[in-house]
Every structure is written in C-alpha cells, then in structure tokens.
C-alpha cells in the first residue's frame, strides 16, 4: 500500500528553496533501460532566505549515480523524490548530477517518457517530469534547458533550436526558461510535411508536421491552420514566434489533445492527420482549434507561465478564449460562439451543477491531473469573454499588451493578471474576482413591467451552493440587451448591462410600446437563464432577434419547453415548435450553417439537466422517446421541402474544408437525416454510396443507424477503413451513440470483444466506452446494465492509466440526479469501484467526490 495521496491547497505556496540556473539533459535511449543523465545548476533562492536541504521530485526512478560539485552525496529516497541535506550543499550554489534508468516501453500512464508504436514520446504537464528524472517539478522553477539525445532512431527531436546532430545523436538548445512541465522529447522514424513562416520582424521560422510514414499526406490542412495561427497572433495580440523552429508530432497513444511543450508540441494524431476522405468537417474545425490553441500557448502559458497548478486557468482560460477568438474570426463568429456554448453547457454547466463542481480556480486537489476541466478551460474562457465585454475591446488591448509586457518571464498568478486590467482601466476588481473563487452556475431571474410608457427589468441573481460553498456573494453579470418592436425592429441596440447585485431593476424610457426583450445577447455571461416565456415570444425572436446568438437561442429554449412538456406530461409535439424550424429552415436569407444548428435539437443529456433544474426528476427513457418523436414530427412538418433543400445544397463543387462549405453539408446532412425517417433508408443509402467525403460518408451512416438500418454500410466502412485507428474510432463511437438505449450495452460489449478494441489506446477506449457513457439513455438505461459496464471498464484500465480512467469516470457526475432506483445502482458501482485494491489516487480521488454528493 502506498501513503494516503495529500491534498495539497493554494494557501500553502512558498516558493521554491532554490533557483535553477540552467539544466542539461543527456537522454539514451533504450525501450527497457532508457539512462537520463542530469546537470543541474542550483543556487539560493533569494525569496527563501535560510539554509534548507534540496528536495527534488521524482518517481519510478532507478538512482544510478548522485552527486554535488563532483562529489558522491548519499540521497535519500521516498516513494516521491529525495533528499539531500543542507550539510551536503555548499551555501552559494552547487552542480547536482544524477543518473537514473527508467523503462519507457513500460510505460502505460502516458506520462513521463513512453513509448507508442515505437516511437519515444512525452508528456510533461502537469507533472510526468519526475518520472524522468529527479527535479523540482513545479511551474515556477524556470530554467534554460540544453538536450542531448542518443539513439539510433533516425528523427531525434527535443525544445528549442537545433543545435548539432550526428550519426546516433542530435543536441537541442532552448534558450527560453521554462518550467520542467514544458519539457518534450520525440525519437522516432518520422516524416515531416515542412513550411516556412516569416515573422513580423523578419525571423524565418521553419515548421515541420512530423507523422509516421504513410501519413504526411494527410498534413496540409494542419499546417496551413498553423501558419493561419501564428499570423492572427502577430495581427490580432502583436505576438510573434520566438524560436528558429516549430516542430509539432502526431502520437497515437496520448491521454489528451495536444500538448503545448515549448517549440515541439505533440498531438493526438487525431488532432492532426486529416484528408477529405477521412476527417469530417467537424474534425477540420478541431483540428484548427487545437493547433491555435497550443500555438497561442507560446505566449500565454509559455512565455508568462503559471506561478503552480492553483493557477491553471491562467494559462487555459485566456487559451482557450483566444482560440474561440481565432476560430470565430476565420469562420462565422455567430455559428462558433453557438457551438461554443452548446459545449459549455453541456460539459461546464453540467459539472457545475453536480458533485465534481469547483471554481475556476480551485483551492485544493489531490490529484492536478483531475482539474484539466471544463470549468477551468471553458468557464475561465468565459470569464475572461465578461471582462473583455465590461472594460471594453480598446482597454482589453491595452491591458493584454500590459500583461505581456510587465510579465514576460514570470510564473504569474490570478491576482497578476486581474492587477493588470485594473491598472490598465482604473477599475476595481474586486467583485470580479469571486468569478474565481466561488464554484457554480448562477441562475438569473427576470421579472418585466411596462407602465407609462417606461419598461423595467429587474434581474435577481442565485448563486446556488456546491461542495465546499454553502453560501455565496453576488457576482457582477454583464447583461447584453437589445429591445425589440412588436413589429419586429431593434428599438434598443446591444447595451450591456452591469449587475452586481443580488437583484437589480433597470429602465428604459422613451418607447412607443411595450418592447420584446432579447436577454443575455451572444451569451454575454456562463449563466442560466430562468425566464419563462410564451412561445409566440420565442418564435418571435426565433425570426427578428438580431443578434444571430439570440434568434438562436430562442429557438432552443422553445424546443427544451416543449420536449420538457412532453418528456414530463407526455404533451404532444407543438405546432408552434413545427411552424418555427420549417421557417428558419427555409429562410434562404440565412447562412445554411445556422440553419442547421435550428435544426439539432437539444440533447438529451442536457434536457435532463434542465429538467432537473426545474426541480423535477428526469426520466432518460422518456426524454429519449420525446426528441424521437419531435425529430419524426419535424419530418413530416418539413414535408417535401426537405427534398428540394436536400437536392439543392448539392453544388457538385470539389471539396474544401472551409466554413461556408461544411455549413451547407450540414444544412444538407441534417435534411437527409430527417428524410431517412420517412423513406426506409433509400436516399441515406444512395448517399452513403455516392459519398465523397467523411462527412458525407458519416452524416449518410448515422442517418441509416438511426432507423436501425445500415449494416451492409457499417462493414463496407470497416472493410474500407479497417487499418486506419482514427477513422475506426468513429465507427466504433457511431454505432453506439446511435445504438436503442436497452440495446446500448450490449453493443458495446460485443464490441469490446472484437480483436481490434485496442483499450490501452485512449482513443479507443474514448471511443467505445466514452460512447457509452455519452448515450444517455444507454447508459441511464433502468437495467444498470450501462452503468456496470462502464465501472468494469474503469476498473480495468486504472491501474494502467489512472489519468484516462479518472477522465472517463466523470459519467457518474451526473448520478445524484436521477430517480431512486437508477441512484441506487450508480452509486453501488461507485463504490464497488472505490472497495478495488490499489485504485489510483486519481480514480479515488474523483469517485470519492462523485460519491460525496449523497
Ligand atoms: N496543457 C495541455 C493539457 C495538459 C493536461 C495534463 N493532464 C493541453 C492544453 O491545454 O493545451
Ligand atoms: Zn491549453
């Protein structure tokens, strides 16, 4: 048995005992018995006056050789790292060199130094460098690293710039201090797709994409988004590249997306590899993504770094905003930002709303690895969106260029940045700050009065409690409002209001009638929004809002009324609904990519959230049942328009990945869907036939899987596809989003014993169990069966790879949510989890959560 892991918390940082005055690395490689040699420069840390011993992080290391200034010192070794004694340590600084053996080829956590289908790769954040070598693993010990590597792999990559290479060995310089979590090296044989960047101030930059032979034709539109990136980041932030290189690899065993290591980011190959024939539209947008949000973390993460791992969403959240700033800008803006909140909602607020809820900057963890969440990327997104809305884009830039400026170098903090927006603006940011601290979701209440010809909002603002947080202060919500004519014209453009009370009127003077409110425009704050409202006066906005986010959102609030009557009174499908979508549908004026989103309805998973909101308990069965229904009621309503709008979005153009092309094949995947449930499959299979692209191919399948048909086209894709892992993984996930909810688990049993279910490879796993847990009303399904089948699994790979196990297990937040029965069954597998021998720290750590919440 190991120790209990500690919790460590955010009031107890001190700064390191010692600096690091420069680290070399000689690494030689070997899958059983790699050696890692180490040089590492230490002297006293000002900020620590005092004489201390040297505690250095490490695990699973074999100490081969150890010693300060040239002199064998005795260590002494724990489960987590060693220690040197302040006797052993001359007081002004001293060179420590150690060896030490590991065993990458046995490395199944993906963290540290592992191997994936013979290739040396790593993964650093947030603290897999221990397992290379002793060190102080924490993000504020900058240094400058220099790489030796020695292999006789032909592609020898590490940070920074090349510096020599010969037979058997190549030398690489980075001459930026970084933190050891920004740490990469790749060995392999390798093909690179190459370009060239020219910086603003005339630095070449040469970018490779290094893939495995086979793959580099499947590098362009990678590269192109990257060279996209690296100039919006001169044009938009005036950031430029700073090294000579830009390396990123594609890796086929990773535990994430993408990793940001400084000069050579590595990459979930599926975030990477795509060609017309086997990535869809989807992907492409993801692939843009990725690629500009680990490049933006050049500066925001790299270059100013976060003072430890409380601070993390220093670095992600003004990410992963920048990275929405930049995909809106290269497609729709409005289409993004729905998108966006679509995924907010459905992973922030729903673990904002459950047992695993903390606020964007936690005070505590056990395990950091588990705090790589939505709240921390896509809430911290959105706070940083809420300052930009109440300070302004002018005083958002100057503050920006205040932060680079004043914290280049640093390993900086919350407090860091919001001081920078209050110099910058002379606003107090006091209240803002609770956006940091206090966890959840606020709900925000409208009430309206209209008299003598003045219109009153007031708004009141709860704050509901979560673990930890019985009661909160209120926060301060930018509310954008337009107001609307009952003829359909904006008397009252974008205006965004400043709550900061608990609750809080606002008037409005000067209009000739009572107007239609368009509340919370573009999303303006992470927020729910607790207003009932007619239908007529969603199907208003749904057709005059003009703010693209809102005619949007009224749209889906009126299809979450409806399937929420239906799902809990057993209410038919409303006409007003119907009458709606066909007119948004239709609406040529209207980009097709829009008019598809009006097209998707809400998830179930959601419903079941909002349900629950309403104090009710949902009933996966019958909200599975009721969007059947609605999307079966849409086909009829749609009637033979549908052919023709089919028929029409079909230009016969070559294909290209961009925006405006992807809207239309998805206007026209969503028509064929619908289509499919009145023909028996006819066209679907046509299409599947004809198909020319993946997202053809996809949108023909998941439209025949969804009338129970296509089984002659899920094994001519397998027989197609079956080599290529990335594009079986869709096949995999396809069939049991789409699989009955009684049937769900069965499917995925039988899938898993296929041969080629690979449950090592995260991908794999994601795409199979992942999937499970994603089909609601599989997964909820009254039999236990999903719920059993999923915790098996998590018990399978957790003593492999805790950190994908403990990722998957966020099914189970949802638990506390459901009925008696269904509650009963989770939980027993929550526990039956929890009784494992040695279950990670990790996975322990977050069903111990889960399970707190009843
Ligand atoms: N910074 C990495 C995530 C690391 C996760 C460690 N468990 C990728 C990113 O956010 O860009
Ligand atoms: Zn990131």
Known sequence: MTDAPATVHLADYQPFTHLVNGVELTFRLAPQATRVLARIRFAPNPARPGVHPLRLDGEGLRLLACSVDGQQVQAALDAKGMTISA???PPDGFLLETEVEIAPADNTALEGLYMSKGMYCTQCEAEGFRKITYYPDRPDVMARFKVRIESDLPILLSNGNPVAKGKGWAEWDDPWPKPAYL??????????????FRTFSGRKVDLNIWVRPGDEDRCAYALDALVRSMKWEEE???????LDVFNIVAVDDFNMGAMENKGLNIFNSRYVLASPETATDDDFARIEAIIAHEYFHNWTGNRITCRD???LCLKEGLTVFRDHQFSGDMRSGAVRRIEDVVVLRARQFREDAGPLAHPVRPESFVEINNFYTATVYEKGAEVIGMLKTLVGDDSYKRALDLYFDRHDGDAATIEDWLKVFEDATGRDLAQFKLWYSQAGTPHLKVAEDWADGVYTLTFTQTNPPTPGQPKKAPKVIPINLGLLNPNGDEVLPTTTLEMTKAKQSFRFEGLAARPIPSILRGFSAPVVLDRKAPPEERAFLLAHDTDAFNKWEAGRALAKDVMAEMALKGAPVSRAWLDAVAAVTFDESLDPAFRALCLRLPGEDDMA??????????????????RREMSGALAVRLGEGLSQLYKALDDGAPFSPSAAQAGRRAL???ALALLTRRDGGKLAAAAYAAARSMTEEIGALSAL???REGEAELQAFADRWGKDANVMDKWFALQIAHAEPAEAAALTGRLTARPDFDWKNPNRFRSVIGALAANHAGFHHRSGEGYRMVADWLLQLDPLNPQTAARVSTAFETWPRYDASRRKR????????LDAPNLSGDLREMVERMLAAG
Do not use: C, M, N
């Not at 938009?236 to 700073?242: A, F, H, L, P």
């Not at 959230?609 to 009721?626: F, N, S, W």
């Open 87 to 89: 006797a052993d340590l």
């Open 183 to 196: 740490f990469a090296l790749v060995a392999g044989e390798l093909r690179a797709r190459s370009g060239r």
């Open 236 to 242: 938009v932030y005036g950031r430029e590249y700073d």
């Open 309 to 311: 791992w409380f601070q």
């Open 609 to 626: 959230q909002t349900i629950h909101a309403l104090g009710r308990v949902p009933d996966p069965a019958k909200i599975h049942a009721a």
């Open 668 to 670: 026209r995947l969503a």
């Open 705 to 707: 899987l969804d009338i």
């Open 826 to 833: 989770a939980k027993s597998e929550l526990e039956r989890i």
